[in-house]
Every structure is written in structure tokens, then in C-alpha cells.
């Protein structure tokens, strides 16, 4: 496909750019190369020169535009895309182990959120996959996660030593395209609380994953459960660029 | 300038697709227009609406490309710029009618922590703002800014009439052109516990804003302090694209 082409350019001229910032050659204060440069280096038009420069601003990590050469704002990494949805991706992102005890699998019939988050009518059968994820021996993260049957029944042979879940999933067809994240703080229940060994109340980060492949077919619903008080999150905004997050302070959000 | 016209061109497709989402027009599931009906619809080349199909992409709104045509994944609103930094601007996105008391404007010497986020010696001369914001008479958000004098120092005008600070201050030509924002979970000591009429210990959502020029120059530093039980946070992430976020998990967080 002739089509494929462009893309493909201002995706390395993005990854070009990136690297040299994160590299430090292009160093935090300093300006980009000029439009005219990056089209003479990579012996193209301005449309991906442009088109690249438009995906750092996206990241956050050069300054807005309007006529002025933008300048780096900060060499910091951003999230991978499998670290949205994979808790192995994200502690091995950050260079920590992290072990697994699988608590359920099973096949069982979908409840109401269940049945919504995957599309399905309630009582519909899908599979259940139970499990904690251990730092040094110490339970840190409680997961739930929801498959359709015909996604999810290979999971009956899915154990300790089977690496991740996901790369399993993805090597047998599966395509995680997109993910629709929704973060509350919870009070710990009884049962969160000795699993995760904090008092009753103490203040539990819930974090809901709706996973979708590229058509918007339900491939995979998930819940993750961590101390509060154990997580922080950076973001860079720029002007002119609409980040694909909402943060709401609702009056509306019961306590 | 003739560089500025491609462009202009991308926003303004990318925002007929947006407006084409948002309104329903083009529904959740469906396919975007292809490349070439685009082109069709506005006299452009390829780059321009590829641009603006990468750019809502990284806003989470359509699947990833891969040779295929995106569909669209949902029509929720992705946060404004000046909502990463104006607790007016977030209320009033959300529609809430917010109220503000002053409860202190000085002029003080930057302790260690507003001196490396103004990037300026310690007991440099700052200008310190110190309000609450209140919905319907009850105080939910504790913010604390911070501004070089230079820039800060018409804040002794500043009052409850005035209407946003961030609008006084852009309309005296300071630039916010991008933020670095950094969250965590916080239990309520005495002082915020009052403000908030939370018990002491009660979690909270605290969040520290870093906010810089064009040029990358800070122009202001600021801590907004809330019930983290009042918050919610969603996020839509798509394969291929890299959020301006980062969640860390990490074991050196204290508790």
C-alpha cells in the first residue's frame, strides 16, 4: 500500500527526536532544529516534519508553537501503551520484579457491570481470572479480570509460571488496541484490607480497564487495586493539545 | 508567514472529526471518513488529514491505524489546557458555579521547594496567593501559588471580585503555555483537616502544578489540595500513541 509511507516517516522523525531528548543531547531549555533542518536530515516535505513535531507537543514534551521554534520542556518518559493495561509491563518499565498468585480461574456467569463492560448480556458465561501481584513476597496489587468465553478459556492452562498474561493472550490472536481507564479512591473493604495488610478505610486506588481491539470489540474488562498512598502520577500539558485524560472533581461523586 | 498555513489546515480537520464525535454524527463504533474523502471534503493533500487523524488519536478518541480505517471509540471530552492549571476553568467545564476566599497575598522569600520549581535562589522574593474554593458555601479545594515578583506582584489588586487570576494575569501578557503536574495521596494533617472538615488522617488529593512560558521560564508554581473521595480520573489510551502521563507504582514511594 503506497498509503503506508508517510506515516512511517514522521514516526521516525518522532522517534528521532525523542531519542535526542531523551538522550539529553537536545537538551531541556534548548530550542528544536528548525522545520527546514528536519526536512533537509530526513530529505523530506514539511507534512511529517510537521506531523512529528505536532506528536512531541501530544507527549508534552516540547513547548506549544504559534510561529516561535518550540523549545524541550522535559526529558521525562512517558507511559508505554502496554503499561496501561499490564501491571507486568508497568513494574518492568520501572525496572521492579514483581511475582504473581493466582487466586481463581474460573467460568462463571456475567453480572451487570461485567455483562456492560464486555458487551454481553448479564449471565452470560465469561471467564474469571483472580489474581495478587507480589514486590519481595509482599502483596501489592489485587486484580480482577473479565474475558469473553471465547477470548478467555485458554486461561484454564494460564499459571504462576506462564510469564504475562497479556503476551499470552497476544500471541494467540488477541489484539489490545485501546483501553478506557476510570480511577477512583475506595475505602478498603475487610477483605481488600488483608489482602493488601492496611486497616479497614485506608484509602484503596481502584482503577477500572476497559479493553478493546482496533474494530471496538470488548477484548478484556479489569480491576486493580493498590495502596493509595503508594502511587503518584506525572503529566505534561501544552497548550493547544487536548490530553486524552478527565480529571473530575464532581460534587456528584459520593463519599 | 507562509509556514503557518498546513497547519492551520490539520487543526481545523481535526476538529470537524471532533465536533463530527462529539455530536454523535459520527457514532461510537463507526468507521472515520477514509483518507480520501477527507482530502475530497477539504481540498487538501494526504498530510493535513493525517495529522489530524494522528492528533485524535492521541486524544484517545479513534482505534490505532495499521492500514485500517480507525473507528471511533467514544465520545467523552478530554480535558482543556487551562484546566490543567484554573480550578475555575475545571468547574466550570464540569458546569459548577465555584466561589473563592483569599485568605492570604504576600510577598515572602522562596523556601527550598519554591525556589527549584521557580528556578531561582532560595529567598529570592516571591509573591504568595493562599485561597479556598468554595460550592455553594462549602470550602473543596486548598491552593497554594506561587510567582516570580515580577509577575505576581499586581496580585495585591487581586480580589474575590476579580474573576480568575489566571484570566487577570493572561490579559497582562504572561504566557501559560505549558504545565507538569505531580499527584499523590496525602493524609489530612490538622490544618487541612479543619479547612476541609475532614478528620485528621482522612486521604487527600494533592497536586502540584509547575507552570512555565513559551520559553520554558516558570511563571508559577502551585499546590491544589482536595477530598481524593471527590475525584475521578479517566483516561483512553490507543496503541501506538504515548500519553503525556506517567503512573508510578514505585516501591520508593513513602508512606
Not at 532544529?33 to 512529528?52: D, I, K, M, N
Amino acid at each position: 500500500m503506497t498509503t503506508r509511507r508517510e506515516p512511517q516517516r514522521y514516526l521516525k522523525i518522532a522517534d528521532f527526536l525523542r531519542e535526542e531528548i531523551l538522550s539529553g543531547r537536545l537538551a531541556v531549555g534548548k530550542p528544536l532544529p528548525s522545520e527546514s533542518e528536519l526536512c533537509e536530515l530526513f530529505s523530506t516535505s514539511r507534512g511529517p516534519v510537521r506531523q512529528a513535531i505536532a506528536t512531541l507537543r501530544g507527549e508534552g514534551r516540547i513547548s506549544s508553537g504559534r510561529g516561535r521554534r518550540s523549545v524541550v520542556l522535559g526529558d521525562f518518559r512517558a507511559e508505554r501503551f502496554e503499561s496501561t493495561y499490564s501491571v507486568y509491563s508497568r513494574f518492568q518499565e520501572a525496572g521492579i520484579e514483581v511475582q504473581q498468585k493466582i487466586l481463581q480461574v474460573s467460568r462463571q456467569p456475567a453480572d451487570a457491570t461485567v455483562a456492560a463492560a464486555l458487551h454481553c448480556e448479564i449471565d452470560t458465561p465469561v471467564i474469571y481470572l483472580h489474581r495478587q501481584r507480589l514486590i519481595n513476597g509482599i502483596n501489592r496489587v489485587i486484580q480482577h479480570h473479565f474475558f469473553p468465553y471465547e477470548i478467555g478459556r485458554c486461561l484454564l492452562e494460564y499459571d504462576e509460571t506462564t510469564g504475562s498474561l497479556h503476551r499470552m493472550l497476544t500471541s494467540r490472536g488477541v489484539h489490545f488496541d485501546n483501553v478506557y481507564r476510570l480511577v477512583n479512591i475506595e475505602f478498603a473493604e475487610p477483605e481488600d484490607a488483608r489482602a493488601l495488610d492496611v486497616t479497614e478505610g485506608f484509602p484503596l486506588w481502584h482503577s477500572e480497564q476497559r479493553i478493546h481491539s482496533h474494530s471496538s470489540k470488548p477484548v478484556e474488562f479489569s480491576i486493580f487495586k493498590f495502596r493509595a498512598d503508594r502511587m503518584s502520577i506525572s503529566m505534561s500539558s501544552v497548550r493547544g493539545t487536548r490530553s486524552p485524560l478527565q480529571i473530575s472533581l464532581a460534587e456528584t461523586v459520593s463519599s
